[in-house]
Structures are given as structure tokens and as C-alpha cells.
């Protein structure tokens, strides 16, 4: 069984309160519950970390860095302005895959940069809670 830690950053403790329109009904809870059982269907174990503070995450992928085979990584608005996380996803040289739940490259001209993008195997957005069940069927083929 491989093991996958998916990463949400900043706002994404809102979801089901939070632009509904945009990111949909469910709640942050519901969308883990959910990857989980998909998860479990193709023999991937996943954890779930969520933090609002960019430190945090930073510390949270070196303390778990060895104890997953893969990582995803949705990082919110982070995404668009954080080296301090694509330098850490660079650091540790584990297999991260960026996901976002609403198709970024429809939004406002700020979300169309990644800057986390170049460190992460790939990117995958707009299919809403999939992105991330996507995610782990990528890494499937990858490991
Ligand atoms: C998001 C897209 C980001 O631009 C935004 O800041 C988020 C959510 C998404 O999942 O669609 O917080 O990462």
C-alpha cells in the first residue's frame, strides 16, 4: 500500500462556505472523505494536512518528507507567490503533484502563475475534488 499525504493551504478549511460558485458545496471534511474511499480503491493510503500558514506547510513536508511515497499539493493562493514552499518541495525530492480544485487559467490573471509549478512532477486543475483523485492516479503510473 503506498502512502500519499495531500497538503491544503491557505482558505481551504472554508470549502462548502467559501465562494460556493467557484469551489462548490462540500466541505473540506466531505471532498477527504471522498478521496480516501477513491483512494482505497486503487490501494493508496492518503493523510490529510491542512494549514493556513506558510510556514507550516514548510515544516510539515520536512517532518513527513520520508514517511510518504508521494505528495499532493493544493496551495491555495500560495501557489501564485510562495518560493519559500517551491524551495522546500525542492529540497526534499519527493514526488509532489499540484492540484486545484477550480481551473485556474479562467480566473483572474494572478492565479494563471504558479510558481510552485516547476518543482512539482505535474498540475493538474479544474476538475474540482477529482483534481486531487487524478492526482493520485498519476502517481499510480509514477511509483
Ligand atoms: C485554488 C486556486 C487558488 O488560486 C486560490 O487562491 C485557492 C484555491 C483552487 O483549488 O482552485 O485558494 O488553489
Not at 1 to 17: A, D, E, Q, S, W
Not at 87 to 92: C, G, K, N, P, T
Not at 116 to 143: P, R, T
Request: proline share 1%.
Amino acid at each position: 500500500m503506498k502512502k500519499v499525504l495531500i497538503i491544503n493551504g491557505p482558505n481551504l478549511n472554508f470549502l462548502g462556505r467559501r465562494q460556493n460558485y467557484i469551489y462548490g458545496n462540500e466541505t473540506l471534511y466531505e471532498i477527504n472523505e471522498y478521496i480516501k474511499s477513491e483512494g482505497e480503491k486503487i490501494s493508496i493510503s492518503v493523510d490529510f494536512y491542512q494549514s493556513n500558514h506558510e510556514g507550516d506547510i514548510i515544516d510539515k513536508i520536512y517532518n513527513e518528507c520520508e514517511n510518504y511515497d508521494g505528495f499532493v499539493i493544493n496551495a491555495g493562493a500560495f501557489t501564485h507567490y510562495s518560493y519559500a514552499i517551491y524551495d522546500a518541495i525542492l529540497s526534499v525530492d519527493k514526488i509532489f503533484i499540484e492540484v486545484h480544485l477550480s481551473n485556474v487559467f479562467s480566473r483572474d490573471d494572478f492565479r494563471k502563475k504558479s510558481v510552485i509549478a516547476g518543482a512539482c512532477f505535474g498540475q493538474i486543475c479544474g476538475f474540482g475534488k477529482n483534481s486531487y483523485v487524478l492526482a493520485l492516479y498519476a502517481l499510480i503510473e509514477i511509483f
